[in-house]
T-cell receptor, first 112, second 115 residues
Framework: AQSVTQLGSHVSVSEGALVLLRCNYSSSVPPYLFWYVQYPNQGLQLLLKYTTGATLVKGINGFEAEFKKSETSFHLTKPSAHMSDAAEYFCAVSYNFNKFYFGSGTKLNVKP | DAGVIQSPRHEVTEMGQEVTLRCKPISGHNSLFWYRQTMMRGLELLIYFNNNVPIDDSGMPEDRFSAKMPNASFSTLKIQPSEPRDSAVYFC?????????????FGDGTRLSIL
């Protein structure tokens, strides 16, 4: 069965610090990979996606993620956290017909 | 461009009542998804459609739940009769199923409370 694991349901960082949110998938077939962000009382918004080609993907708001096939990982990073980054982040994978498998989410808290 | 539009944004009703949630996907998208989000279970896929045809409804919790997509621009999710455990945020998402790299675009959700 396909699955997505997000390590850490809550991550707290100081403003200006590095943000690292972890995502691993379980599949022998490399999937298509996505990161979404959800702000309170809103739907999920696409941050970035990996399909093929360059394994380092840049997204909106200064976020980027690197696909590492050998580690079956797609971790999300941002060099310097901002207060406005506080939200919940979801990793998702897709294999066919656009059905997505979402991780359980990681809530990012940014301390002043 | 208009995104995915869901209505109502909030719904409060009593147990046993019928609830109908509505979704208008992004124009040109041919896949539509219904999700439910709760604190306990996270984000769950209930059902999805390709070209107005239900493809996978394995996530629909019980026969009380039904979904339709009569045309490319409208879908409904109905709960009858509703129960308190159905309280959740329900999201609709759409995408263009022209390839596996197409992201899903989400609406702002319907927050449903069953008393």
């Amino acid at each position: 069965a396909q699955s997505v694991t997000q390590l850490g349901s809550h991550v707290s960082v100081s403003e200006g610090a590095l943000v690292l949110l972890r995502c691993n998938y379980s599949s022998s077939v490399p999937p298509y990979l996505f990161w979404y962000v959800q702000y309170p009382n809103q739907g999920l918004q696409l941050l970035l996606k990996y399909t093929t080609g360059a394994t380092l993907v840049k997204g909106i708001n200064g976020f980027e993620a690197e696909f590492k096939k050998s580690e079956t990982s797609f971790h999300l990073t941002k060099p310097s956290a901002h207060m406005s980054d506080a939200a919940e982040y979801f990793c998702a994978v897709s294999y066919n017909f656009n059905k997505f498998y979402f991780g359980s989410g990681t809530k990012l808290n940014v301390k002043p | 461009d208009a995104g995915v539009i869901q209505s109502p944004r909030h719904e409060v009703t009593e147990m046993g009542q019928e609830v109908t949630l509505r979704c208008k996907p992004i124009s040109g998208h041919n896949s539509l998804f219904w999700y439910r989000q709760t604190m306990m279970r996270g984000l769950e896929l209930l059902i999805y459609f390709n070209n107005n045809v239900p493809i996978d409804d394995s996530g629909m919790p019980e026969d009380r739940f039904s979904a339709k997509m009569p045309n490319a621009s409208f879908s409904t999710l109905k709960i009858q009769p509703s129960e308190p455990r159905d309280s959740a945020v329900y999201f609709c998402a759409s995408s263009f199923a022209g390839g596996n790299n197409q992201p899903q675009h989400f609406g702002d959700g319907t927050r449903l409370s069953i008393l």
